[in-house]
């Protein structure tokens, strides 16, 4: 089934919005130092579906309405993601649109595509294999060994990711519609000056606070936290562990801003 080239939504626009998300997933990828293409492969893969010809067809048919497409473009992206070896992270694909599902979830979703949901995703397939040569170099790739071997680091790492995909995708769409080549964003941060702004709000807070036996601790708490972040270490996964009411929530932001700041990050 031919794609239809006269909606604004074409497979050709899905193409350029979707590598947009490609560049856009590895940048962001990089910022939690995770190296190799598969990150920025959900750019590829989370609207591969709607480069199916009943997909395009449909959308021609309800462009300027505010009727929907009423089939589903994810599990395409799904299906590539699993084929590559993501294993949990398929979900992320699954999810842009309405929020993360269990994985429980998605297989059973999987399992119950209608005939006409297969063969749009047959039809996508064959398409997306001419738009985007480079979904063959999504292979699969070693997914860092911490994610694979924590339970809990890697529920963070799905949120990271998940969080990373729906952003680039809002930030994309807006462009679009916008009519820009890039969306609009703020610069990058300045983290030194966030520093400075951050421990000016801290003291004027302390300021007008009663006196408490707990000062001295959260005083200790947040100095250790400030030294921490002012190490020269590399990004990563951090724990503060404190009894409640030890001033955990001002120390562990401190801990971040100092941080960056001695990183020199700039987001």
Known sequence: MGVQRESSWCAAWVGDF???????????????????????????????GKTSGV??????????????????????????AQDRGLGVFAVCAAGHHGGLRTRADVAERLAGLSDEELASCADADRVAALLFPELRGVEPEPIPELWRRN????????????????????????AHFAGTDRPAVRPDADFTSLVHRFERRRADSLRDKAASPMDPVREEVYRACVAAGKQRRGPGFFRLAAPTGAGKTLASGAFALHHAAARGASE
């Open 151 to 174: 339970p809990l680091v890697a529920e963070m790492a799905v949120r990271l990711v998940f969080s990373a995909l729906c952003d680039a995708d809002f930030l994309d769409t807006s």
């Open 55 to 80: 997909w395009q067809e449909r959308l021609a048919a309800v462009e300027g309405t505010r009727v929907r497409v009423g089939l589903d473009h994810k599990f395409l992206g799904v299906r590539l």
């Open 18 to 48: 979707t590598l947009g998300m490609w560049r856009r997933l590895l940048s962001v990828s990089r910022a939690f130092s995770v190296v190799g293409r598969w990150p920025g492969g959900w750019g590829l893969l989370h609207d591969v």
